[in-house]
């Protein structure tokens, strides 16, 4: 064989085993849960079975759950993508100031717990809260709180996940140029009609991603209908497989894995809904000037900016400062003044608690660790499914869905179903060490890494990547030194959705941790549970502070990063 | 051979026999054994801590979650075919019941039961109480009215006050939902009337408590040791037990059929039925599964609490039954 | 050994043929253009060259070496040539010196070798002092140059270049236009140059090869394609070519024979062996007709339209037995007449187009 011969080999085989190897990965991390779960749901005990099936499906509770489950996720998304997408626009587009430290701000909350958010809220619109005491406006003793209905679980889902659409409109944002903006004020068009017309319909992509992750978030949420369903008896599918799982029982496992392929199903559903609005529409931008100049807002500009930031310290502030003043005071219900403030809770957390130090760096590795590694991953797979339409692994872009979508809880158990006994060939066990946890958030997360990532390439032009073929460079070699910069402000609001929300993600390790292998969320939970809530406060409190400052830390070396890549940096 | 050395030769044997088959008795239990639990973190760290000061050779690991997270992962545990715990503490008899029908629990007939109370433990000694946990009205100090009885909140008073841990969610909850609705005197009426006064029901204690705290609902459905405890370090809060008596889930200790250390795993049984582990329950702020050994700082000297007895064999046949009418009275 | 020869290549998208049976073959180290309208092939042609997409038939060979073929395709990055993209595909994230130099850090070329001939490449289009620059702050012309840099750094033997100067106003086309050609009779690379526009390939090539809806209507330098046209496509493209009917009145003489249009009769130029035939097309360009001196033969026609250039008009006018064709040519200042009137158009040259059969039949 000619030497060009055994280069256009090496090429091919190069790019096939990428190819094959994100397969063997994605399948790994999304079927192989899935697939076991199907084995749980229709064949318990290695014996085919539709009995559970059956009750499932026939029971009514089912699908009141399941309309449920649909009414608060569409209406929750169309809340988030509102409020997070109307933000991300005032954020990007118009002069206003302190830009930076605003999306700063706005993102948040995505590493406040939703349970904390929900008591949060819960507190403001009920009969102790301190603002409608001050407004006198405070509801009296017991009367019902608003919060504790459908209408309070969408008004909480969608400020919980506006972050999230928030994060990855403004990375599609940062993207789009001048000019285009420009031609449209040129020829005349108010800045409405431009947004309208040329803005929002390039930024389609992320928008579409950001719908996408925000509708299964809201349908696998747990938090927020636990804390706010079960009192109004509203139920969701997550809490009803709770409840299942409360209850005990033979074949419980089968019914939880039957209602947990649902909501996946559903999941799904609205996945293929969003790739069929996609289609055959071209998002690409090719001009390569620099970002697009703000539009003016002139007399407007300080209501907005008065608007956006109320609304960020309503937000952000309100539940964090739950946490602080329920962190300082000795025990819950005791009012926070000069005389019963302490720092004990604090001292106990810190120095004592081994578990709590050892929680922290748990967290703190295995998050930084799914976020980078599953960036790695949605990088090569990103391009294989958008540019090189992969059909195998466009097919496994759904799969991907489900462990993002079902219940923490329901993840968990197909994991220990999965890795109770050692693996095969290596005869090493998983179960009971950080790395089941590991590989649970590996495929739970890979969706917050994926849904950006794709967007991100749906808005770059091919021409750039043909242009490192021409000049001799390898796929790996293009994707490292040409592709990875281009979609690099994609992968990074990725990733830090992924750190965010693993940091402090507790239903998925709640079955997986052991002696060692504590996370943050498991210690809060059991603090919780003991009715420790003035010790959970406290490694909350920490753990916001802690992540603060990791974030503002990024701003050290964002000199070096590409244009746009931290979303806090202009 | 004579027969003395035929005497002596059999006193060997025999001494080298019973020897032989005894070796756990000559030897104190080590290794390592793993306790599944839903008690408190602290409590279970301090159960640890004492129980390895009697045996110090057991090495014990500890996973701890909610009762529903526990059960869940035992469960995919014996479904993939390797349970992961030896010895198991967990808040509802109904689960370990259930346990039992499902051929997991390893009997002990050889724990020491005597001076515990009555119905505490399992009649075929599979698994058994470690403490007493009742389940009483806790009310805000500012609150309007002090309850007496649990009649009392069915009244008008009480109106849109009221919160209770949810039995679809909670096992302990669950017992006492059946407990009570099988007393003449209390039953479903009583659970319509607290429908009626718009009672709240939340995920579990740890909710109710924190209302009745803030004062959101100034009254609650409590457990007896949050209540105190939290009164203790300073919560405004008050607890009464009714009239009628109060129902009482005992938290169970069981050793699961597949240990692989069984003389461990009994002799935590045997230190959680002992004294010592009862002093320690009674330390902890819990009523002990055994009256002798005294009761907790926060029960008046003398005071009888009236537990309401619950056969929980019996409970089990109605749960289900019961959750679902519970369901349909408060709307699901 | 021609540098690239395509032969009978052919791509479908569906069921529409993009590419159908063209064969071109570009000798080493010419300049050849591809020209045609929007939607002809021209582009899908030069995508399968470099090799982003894969032919249905047909071959392609650079040099000895078959790159694409309906069984085989040798990658891009393995082809050895260089593109300069319509849209310039320069890297916003690496300054001008580091998307100069990425060709030679990918053949393992190291400093101060790659520095040397990054500073020669950035010489060579003008571009001295701006190698630390971005290209998100740089002209549209400047960012042209910055992808021919980075093409030739490389020191491809074949260049391909997809309608360069689309993009860029009217002087600075001049300018580059000169660029080119002088890069290219310094340097002897191959180029093979897509482009709507015939003023640029005309200016710029050694041949062009003409593409209308996939196929190839004729290869030819731009002298002949202006002066024989092979078909009235081509004819009606090029130059802004009048198709005219015509009956040829004798066989040709010289290259010249007698036809007969519209009733007037002209002397044109033919192809040697055009045969005696009523079915004929005339191919006009504005300088082979004018306005009829006094007493000389003309066509009547009726003036539709005149425009100024600058020094001459631009005189449209519509035959009166043929109101279908519109003629123009071009008359000095001051204005010969205005519209409405009739003028008499004489024919001076002119050439008649091959019949397609007849043109098989030679080849």
Redesign the interface.
């Known amino acids: 064989m000619s030497l060009a011969d055994t280069a256009t080999l090496r090429t091919r085989v190069e790019e096939t085993g990428l190819l094959w190897g994100l397969v063997g990965l994605v399948a790994l991390l999304s079927l192989l849960p899935i697939g076991r779960l199907v084995v749980e749901g229709l064949a318990p005990g290695g014996q085919l079975s539709a009995t559970a099936l059956g009750k499932v499906l026939a029971s009514p509770t089912t699908w009141t759950a399941t309309w449920n489950s649909l009414v608060t996720a569409i209406s929750g998304t169309v809340l988030a993508v509102l409020v997070g997408g109307s933000v991300a626009l005032l954020a990007t587009l118009t002069d206003i100031r302190a830009r930076n430290a605003f999306t700063f701000c706005f993102v948040l909350p995505l590493m406040i717990a939703p349970q904390v958010t929900a008591l949060a809220w819960l507190q403001l619109f009920g009969p102790s809260s301190t603002l409608l005491k001050l407004i006198g406006l405070a509801p009296p003793l017991g009367s019902r709180n608003p919060l504790y209905s459908r209408e309070g679980i969408v008004l909480l889902l969608g400020l919980q996940y506006a972050p999230l659409v928030f994060l990855t409109l403004r990375a599609g944002l940062r993207a789009l140029p001048k000019e285009l903006i420009e031609a449209g004020l040129a020829a005349g068009a108010h800045p409405l009609m431009v947004l309208r017309t040329v803005v929002l319909p390039l930024m389609t992509p992320p928008l579409v991603a950001g719908i996408a992750l925000c509708f299964v978030s809201c349908l696998g949420n747990f938090g927020i209908p636990a804390f706010l369903g079960i009192p109004g008896n509203f139920i969701v599918l997550p809490t009803l497989i709770y409840q299942r799982l409360a209850g005990l029982g033979p074949g419980v496992l089968s019914e939880v894995a039957i209602l947990s392929l649902l909501i996946g199903v559903i999941a799904m559903a609205g996945i293929l809904l969003q790739d069929f609005m996609m289609r055959r529409r071209d998002f690409r931008i090719t001009t390569t000037s620099s970002a697009a100049r703000p539009f003016e807002l002139g007399r407007w500009r300080r209501p907005v900016e008065i608007l956006l930031w109320s609304f960020a310290i309503l937000v952000l502030a309100l539940p964090f400062l739950g946490l602080l003043t329920t962190s300082l005071i000795p025990a819950f219900g005791v009012p926070l003044n000069a005389a019963t403030a302490t720092l004990a809770n604090y001292a106990y957390v810190l120095i004592e608690h081994a578990a709590s130090r050892r929680a922290f760096v748990n967290s703190f590795l295995m998050s930084a660790g799914a976020a980078l590694l599953i960036v790695l991953i949605c990088v090569p797979l990103g391009y294989f499914i958008v540019w090189k339409r992969s059909r195998a692994l466009r097919l496994l872009n759904l799969a991907a869905e489900l462990p993002y979508a079902m219940p923490g809880v329901v993840l968990a158990i197909a994991a220990i179903l999965l890795f109770l006994k050692p693996l095969p060939v290596l005869n090493v066990s998983l179960y009971n060490t950080v790395w089941i946890i590991v590989f649970a958030y590996l495929a739970r997360f890979l969706v917050l890494g994926l849904r950006p990532v794709v967007s991100g390439y749906l808005q770059i032009d091919r021409t750039l990547e043909e242009a490192a073929q021409v000049a001799g460079a390898g796929l790996p070699r293009r994707l490292v030194t040409v592709i990875f910069p281009l979609v690099a402000p994609a992968a990074v609001a990725g990733a830090l959705l992924i750190f965010l929300t693993a940091f402090n993600e507790l239903t998925v390790s709640a079955l997986l941790w052991s002696s060692g292998a504590e996370t943050l969320g498991v210690v809060v939970f059991s603090f919780e549970q003991g009715g420790d809530s003035t010790y959970a406060s406290a490694l909350a409190t920490i753990t916001v502070l802690v992540t603060v400052g990791l974030m503002l830390s990024t701003t050290l070396f964002a000199q070096r990063l590409p244009q746009g890549v931290l979303p806090w940096r202009d | 051979m004579t027969t003395q050395t035929r005497r002596n030769v059999l006193a060997a044997a025999a001494l080298g026999a019973l020897l032989a088959t005894t070796p756990a008795l000559a030897q104190a239990p080590s290794g390592k054994l793993v306790l599944y639990t839903s008690q408190p973190e602290k409590d279970a760290a301090q159960t640890t801590a004492a129980f390895k000061k009697a045996y110090p050779n057991v090495e014990v690991e500890i996973f701890r979650s909610g009762t529903t997270e526990v059960m869940g992962k035992l469960a995919a545990e014996i479904s993939a075919g390797q349970p992961g715990a030896d010895v198991l503490l967990i808040a509802d008899a109904a689960s370990m019941e259930i346990l039992k029908g499902q051929n997991q629990l390893l009997a002990y007939p050889g724990a020491k039961t005597e001076g515990l109370q009555e119905g505490s433990f399992d009649k075929d000694k599979t698994y058994f109480g470690s403490k007493l946990i009742t389940t009483g009205i806790a009310y805000n100090t500012a609150a309007k009215e002090k309850p007496t009885s649990w009649t009392d909140l069915d009244k008008p008073a009480y109106k849109g006050q009221i919160s209770m841990p949810s039995p679809l969610y909670s096992g302990a909850a669950a017992i006492m939902l059946s407990t009570m609705t099988a007393r003449p005197d209390l039953g479903w009426k009583l659970f319509e009337g607290l429908k009626a006064n718009e009672a709240v029901a939340v995920r579990g204690n740890g909710a109710v408590l924190k209302a009745v705290a803030t004062g959101e609902k100034p009254y609650g459905v409590l457990v007896d040791f949050m209540a105190y405890n939290a009164r203790k370090q300073g919560s405004p809060i008050d607890f009464v037990f009714p009239k009628e008596g109060a129902p009482a889930v005992t938290e169970p200790v069981a050793i699961v059929k597949t240990t692989k250390n069984e003389a461990a795993a009994k002799a935590f049984v045997d230190f959680i039925l002992s004294d010592e582990g009862q002093k320690l329950a009674l330390s902890m702020g819990y009523i002990p599964a055994k009256p002798s050994v005294g009761s907790p700082s926060w029960l008046p000297e003398g005071t009888r609490i009236n537990v309401m007895p619950s056969d929980i064999a019996a409970v089990v046949k109605v749960t289900e039954a019961d959750k679902a009418r519970f369901a349909t009275l408060f709307g699901n | 050994m021609a540098r690239l020869t395509i032969d009978r290549a052919q791509k479908r998208f569906g069921s529409y043929l993009a590419l159908d049976h063209v064969s071109i073959d570009v000798e080493d180290g010419e300049f050849l253009a591809v020209l045609g309208p929007s939607g002809c092939g021209k582009t899908t042609l030069l995508r399968q060259i470099?090799g982003?997409d894969k032919l249905d038939g047909g071959a392609i060979r650079i040099g000895e070496?078959l790159v694409s073929s309906a069984e085989t395709h040798?990658?891009?990055?393995?082809?050895?040539?260089?593109?300069v993209?319509q849209?310039y595909?320069?890297?916003?994230?690496m300054t001008v010196a580091e998307n100069v130099a990425?060709?030679l850090t990918?053949?393992g070329v190291r400093d101060p070798e790659r520095a040397r001939r990054v500073a020669a490449a950035l010489d060579l289009v003008g571009l001295n002092g701006f190698a630390e620059r971005r290209?998100?702050?740089l002209s549209g012309g400047q960012r042209q140059r910055v992808a021919l840099a980075?093409c030739l750094v490389?020191e491809p033997s074949l260049v391909l270049l997809d309608e360069p100067l689309a993009n860029l106003d009217v002087h600075l086309r001049a300018a580059m236009e000169d660029e080119f050609a002088r890069f290219h009779e310094r340097t002897g690379t191959t180029m093979v140059y897509i482009t709507h526009d015939q003023a640029e390939a005309m200016a710029l090539a050694d041949r062009i090869a003409v593409m209308d809806r996939g196929r190839l209507l004729q290869l030819a330098t731009p002298s002949l394609l202006y002066r024989e046209p092979a078909n009235a496509t081509v004819a009606g493209f090029i130059g802004e070519g009048m198709v005219l009917p015509a009956t040829v009145l004798s066989a040709p003489q010289a290259g010249r024979c007698r036809v007969d249009v519209l009733g007037l009769e002209a002397v044109v130029r033919c192809r040697p062996g055009q045969p005696v035939t009523d079915g004929a097309k005339l191919c006009l360009r504005a300088r082979d007709i004018g306005l009829a001196a006094a007493g000389q033969d003309g066509l009547a026609a009726v003036v539709e339209r005149l425009s100024y250039q600058g020094g001459h008009f631009r005189l449209e006018a519509r035959p009166a037995c043929a109101g279908d064709i519109l003629l123009h040519l071009d008359a000095n200042e001051p204005a010969p007449a205005a519209p409405g009137d009739t003028v008499r158009i004489a024919i001076h040259d002119g050439w008649v187009i091959p019949d397609a059969e007849a043109l098989r039949e030679a080849a």
């Open positions: 470099a982003f070496r040798i990658p891009p990055e393995h082809r050895k040539l260089g593109i993209f849209s595909a320069l890297w916003p994230h990425y060709g990918v053949a290209p998100g702050l980075r490389t």
